[in-house]
């Protein structure tokens, strides 16, 4: 391998933007003792091809791939190049522009940290195309673009999988990291290339390309994640749910199912999902004996104990999600730092999957995708007693943020509302990120347990509890007059549960199956109607101090 030679490679089908390019080439200034070749590459069935071809031409260990309607306008670009790669023995790859992480979808550019510079002319006309600067000599990225990348270690370009026009250049940063090696975008006070491009065509296979890539490289680049599914006796609606996430757009995924049902129908849906060659690795899990007695928390606790990804999201077997559910959300914990959970609009559908409008609890928080203060908005949620931020399906969450069983807050267990106390306790310990399209579809039916008077009187209970404890604590910032607004909205939420209450005090068995919650709820209404008194009066004796 010649240390002293740089090798200028090109695919040609255009032989006039071909032989402007190497004029720029040739003007370069070449540093004393070092030497260039250029080699071009005519009729190539894709560029990976072409790039390996002129690869084993040369023996030159500096090689610029470059499109021939790229021009080089820093006459400087050999000597700062090699400076760059002096610096340092692991850098492989100097490309242009490109993105500090690759996202979920694969498309570099839709990073949210882009760097680098090049005059370009992507949108019909000749301009600087700027991303954020690069403080000092280099900035280490995921992926670069494909006009120009200069290597000094040879590795093969993927041709046996992209044997086309589009994915190339990311692939081969990832061929380059998988080996330990980085890729880079150098400062550039101003642009040292134009791409004179035209608009772009990414409609010859691009979509196809972007596949190829997410298939080969996801379980690579991003995290597993484990989808639970907890199911009870609904084989219908759990083979929509089921189907659902083996539909989704992410591909690293886990689903763990675990079967509380009373009869293999579920089982059977499984093993019919199974039989079809599946590509996702499925878990499932008879229970041998019931767990879910009360609210089927019991089952959702075991998927999340046997999960392996580092992040979780539930799919409650009733529910469904949207096919970009799992990769839009993943992309916020990819892309940003300090996010706490990923939340989203959810619509709400009948039991024939028809969509429905929101009620109060799902109506659409914002109209753009929005980074909210975790503090904020459990505040919110805890005030106005409304969980904004949604049931289980809803969320994405880290795995190791649970730290104790599910529905567990401050040492206090909760049922009905074990998604609300989950969310509080995520939501004290950094940002929620809400996007604003529909990603999961919660069913409303008659047989949900949020219909029972049992579940209903426990979660009124929950509420003075999380406030309570909250507020004592003073985890979430409440002051005294946001205080007594929530105690007398606890009440004026709850008289529906009052009302169904009175019916049902009149059915002895009911009242004997309940007699701990009823006394409960009784001292709690009793608590509250006496902090109202306490608060407002202690609030009526200091305005007359202060008169």
């Not at 090696?181 to 035209?198: A, E, F, I």
């Not at 767990?291 to 992040?311: P, S, V, Y």
């Not at 559910?325 to 992309?331: D, F, G, L, Q, Y």
């Not at 969320?395 to 609300?420: C, E, K, N, T, W």
Request: glycine share 6%; proline share 2%.
């Amino acid at each position: 391998m010649n240390d002293k030679k740089i090798a200028f490679i090109y695919c040609v089908n255009n032989r006039e933007l071909y032989e402007e390019s190497v004029r720029y080439v040739r003007s370069l200034h070449v540093p004393d003792g070092y030497e260039i070749e250029i080699i071009a590459i005519e009729g190539a069935k894709s560029i990976t091809s072409g790039y390996n071809e002129a690869m084993k031409k040369t023996d030159a260990k500096y090689k610029v791939y470059l499109h021939q309607d790229v021009f080089i306008v820093n006459r400087n670009f050999i000597h700062d190049v090699l400076a760059i790669f002096s610096r340092n023995a692991k850098i492989g790859i100097i490309g242009m522009v490109g993105a500090k992480k690759i996202p979920t979808s694969g498309i570099w550019w839709e990073a949210k940290d882009k760097y680098g510079q090049v005059f370009d002319s992507h949108r019909g006309s000749l301009s600087i195309l700027s991303f954020r600067n690069v403080m000092g000599q280099y900035e280490v990225v995921e992926a670069v673009d494909g006009l120009l990348m200069v290597t000094q270690y040879d590795i093969n370009w993927r041709e046996d999988i992209f044997d086309g026009w589009h994915f190339y250049d990311v692939s081969h940063c990832v061929e380059f990291f998988k080996r330990g090696y980085l890729t880079v975008v150098p400062s550039q006070k101003d642009p040292w290339c134009v791409h004179d491009c035209g608009i772009v065509n990414i409609k010859n296979g691009y979509e196809y390309y972007r596949n190829v890539f997410l298939d080969e490289y996801s379980d690579f680049l991003f995290p597993l994640v484990s989808v639970l599914i907890p199911t009870y006796n609904r084989p219908v609606l759990f083979k929509e749910a089921l189907q659902s996430a083996l539909d989704q757009s992410y591909r690293n995924i886990e689903i763990i199912i675990c079967d509380d049902s009373t009869n293999d129908l579920t089982r059977d849906v499984v093993n019919q999902v199974m039989e079809t060659g599946s590509r996702r690795n499925i878990i499932y899990v008879k229970n041998r004996n019931r767990l879910g007695k009360t609210t089927g928390l019991e089952n959702a606790q075991r998927c999340l104990d046997l999960a392996n990804g580092d992040f979780v999201n539930f799919l409650f077997d009733d529910d469904k999600f949207a096919r970009d559910k799992i990769s839009k959300m993943m992309n916020y914990y990819h892309q940003f730092d300090d996010i706490c959970l990923v939340t989203s609009f959810r619509q709400t559908i009948n039991e024939k999957g028809e969509l429905l409008s929101s009620i109060r609890a799902t109506e659409r928080l914002f109209d753009d995708d929005t980074l909210i203060d975790g503090q904020v908005l459990g505040k919110h949620m805890l005030l106005n007693m409304l969980n904004v931020v949604g049931e289980f399906t809803t969320v994405l969450f880290r795995r190791g943020d649970i730290h104790d069983a599910l529905g567990q807050y401050m040492g206090r267990q909760y049922y009905p509302l074990s998604d609300v106390s989950t969310w509080l306790h995520l939501l004290q310990n950094g940002k929620a990120v809400y996007i604003a399209e529909p990603l999961s579809y919660f069913r409303l039916h008659s047989t949900q347990n949020s219909h029972d008077v049992t579940n209903m009187i426990l979660g009124a209970i929950e509420w003075h509890r999380l406030f309570k404890d909250c507020y004592d604590k003073e985890i979430y910032v409440i002051n005294q007059n946001e205080s007594v607004h929530f105690l007398i909205k606890w009440i004026e939420e709850h008289m529906h549960v009052l009302k169904r209450l009175g019916i049902n005090l009149n059915d002895s068995d009911f009242v004997d199956k309940n007699q701990g919650v009823l006394r409960e709820f009784f001292s709690v209404f009793h608590e509250v109607t006496g902090a109202i008194e306490k608060t407002c009066r202690v609030m009526l004796e200091a305005e007359r101090e202060d008169f």
